[in-house]
């Protein structure tokens, strides 16, 4: 089987951490986010990987080519010499997804979940049409798109920009599989596959959905990176309790990297990520964070909604908290109180930041 993954541009949402390396190689859990996709594709017997691309495609081809060998599957680069949409890309990668009559998968990678996409894949060949979208329901609708189905029919019928009354409660998850046959409806051009393919498809009852079973969640923005890793962390729990730690410094859900230092009498958890080469001093408290590889939280730091960039140190009886980033190689200093703090790579703080803002 095929898929086309829409590595996309700039990733402006997840900055500071994009500064530094695309967003599809920020590492989830310990693991680029990219890799979580390709893995769960492989399981489902995919072997040609498409990586559709606009945005510093030589850090992601010099990333990737170990893992044609670990995976043994091919992995293409369809590079974009302008922005094509969510589409366009398609019809570029026209000679790898129509090389054989099977259907191909097409996600976006900023999506996290449990990928059932070998269910999807038999659903999709069960119902017969054109294109199968995954989709996930929602609290609040009137926030999105929703999906419209046919009455009794997992068929389409029609999509609603943020209803204002009650039509649906089942969004796009970003996950889509389609036939060959749909790539005739696309041009190598700037195409929405959203607003400009689907609906045409529905109109000719050739999309269905099928709904996502577990967790989702995009992960293209702070807040929601930190909401998706409680997400997935819960999920591991589930399936793999072993693979979470344990211990009297842990509470609730925490992954740390065997590589990891962490000092003595800390409380750390619940939802805690610690990355490859951390170092975690004593007395630290830490719930709803995020340590990437070779940061340093010194002693008694107290981090809530946090994510700790690449080799970033925050200093002794620091208190960071609402959704602050810092960048890579950022130096916080003693006793300093951040809320909602944006702070770009290589930049020193010293003095504390009460409100949201973005240091440059």
Request: charged share 20%.
């Amino acid at each position: 089987m095929k898929a086309l993954i829409l590595v996309g541009g700039f990733g402006t949402r997840l900055r500071p951490l994009t500064l530094t390396l695309p967003k599809p190689l920020v590492e989830f859990a310990n693991r680029p986010i990219v890799l979580h996709q390709i893995e769960a594709l492989v399981k489902a017997g995919v072997t040609d990987i498409v990586l559709a691309v606009n945005y510093r495609p030589e850090i992601m081809v010099n990333f990737m080519k170990k893992y044609e060998e670990i995976y043994n599957i091919k992995i293409t680069f369809s590079v974009e010499d302008e922005p094509l949409g969510t589409a366009g890309p398609l019809a570029l990668a026209r000679e790898v997804l129509a090389k054989n009559d099977e259907p191909f998968f097409v996600l976006n990678s900023d999506v996290i979940c449990d990928f059932p996409f070998t269910d999807l894949a038999a659903f999709h060949k069960q119902h017969g049409g054109e294109g199968t979208i995954l989709v996930t329901k929602v609290e609040e609708p009137s926030k999105y798109g929703v999906v419209v189905n046919h009455p009794n029919s997992s068929a389409i019928e029609r999509f609603v920009e943020k209803p204002q009354e009650f039509v649906s409660n089942k969004i796009n998850a970003g996950i889509y599989i389609f036939n060959p046959a749909i790539l005739d409806r696309i041009e190598p051009r700037p195409t929405s596959i959203e607003k400009e393919i689907f609906p045409v498809v529905a109109k000719e009852k050739k999309l269905h959905s099928m709904e996502l079973p577990g967790f989702w969640m995009d992960v293209g923005q702070p807040k929601d990176y930190l909401v998706g890793t409680g997400l997935y962390l819960t999920s591991v729990s589930k399936k793999s309790p072993q693979s979470l730690s344990t211990g009297p410094s842990f509470i609730g859900h925490v992954l740390v990297d065997p590589s990891a230092k962490i000092g003595q009498n800390c409380r750390i958890g619940p939802n805690v990520v610690i990355g490859p080469n951390a170092v975690i001093g004593d007395g630290v408290r830490m719930s709803r964070t995020v340590v990437l590889d070779g940061a340093q939280v010194k002693d008694h730091s107290w981090l809530q909604s946090t994510i700790v960039g690449w080799h970033s140190t925050v200093g002794r009886w620091s208190r960071l908290e609402g959704v602050s980033v810092l960048g890579d190689d950022v130096h916080i200093a003693d006793e300093i109180f951040i809320n909602g703090g944006c702070i770009l790579p290589h930049k020193s703080v010293s003095t504390s930041i009460p409100e949201p803002s973005i240091i440059m």
